[in-house]
């Protein structure tokens, strides 16, 4: 199961249907919020702009269809009149956001249901492009992110999880309605997603499944499909309150490697348990 080219998708106008039906989870805090506002016609920023801690707030209105939330940090001097090169990239590299190192990082990446949803991350000064990755419908919205004479903090999680080449790393129990922190410890662009199974020995058979690339026969074992993130380059951390239902999931990273395998072929999966 290759990713889709949301990048791509968002910046030229293609339409590309998602990877999952994503849920929504909730942070509730008492950070400084950066709002976004999904529509059919665009995404629209407003808020705190400064650097440190930020409560991600996301707005969906009207029809838009799996909502992904992204935020892009550019790199120092590089104009926003890149854009275009860096999607071309991606394209022509099957949709390998690796291609975006050099030019920016994808810091955040979220997702999103009806109403309104939240998760929290760090920003650092400098010039973003904020983004629905799973819409046709919606250009990049840039921003500028200034320094804070008071950067806020993010609050101290329950949990790390953590992707790096070429598994994930952290506890294997995370609690219905804990602060859990998702990131990118390693070099490669990686994403976290869950798939939500009926037990234990049917976590494995997923994971013996993944590991040798039959997704659509792992697929059918899943009974929901959590995405914690939905993608970070190096560095990149967001975390949030988990509110899915207890029980087993496995945890995989469905990034392509350079020789066409996706992660999971390379080891990138991994069951943790969910409890009360």
Sequence with gaps: MKRPLPLIAAISGVSLACLVIASASVAAGTLPALTLTLTKSGVTVAGSEVSGAVDVVTTVKGNVPSPEPALIELDPGVPLSVIPKVKAMINAHNGDFNYLDGYGSMVFDASAG????????????????????????????PFTVTQSPAPAALPTPGATIASIEFTFTGPTTLHDGELVRFENDGFLFHMIQGLGVKSLAVAKKMEALLLAGKDNAAMKLATSQPTFDGGLSRGGMQQEVINEPPGYYVIACFMNAQDGREHTQLGMEKTIRIVK
Excluded: K, R, V
Aim: no cysteine; proline share 7%.
């Design 114 to 141: 009806t109403g309104t949803s939240s998760a929290e991350t760090e920003l650092t000064p400098g010039t973003y492009i904020a983004l629905d990755l799973n819409g046709s419908h919606s250009g990049p919205a």
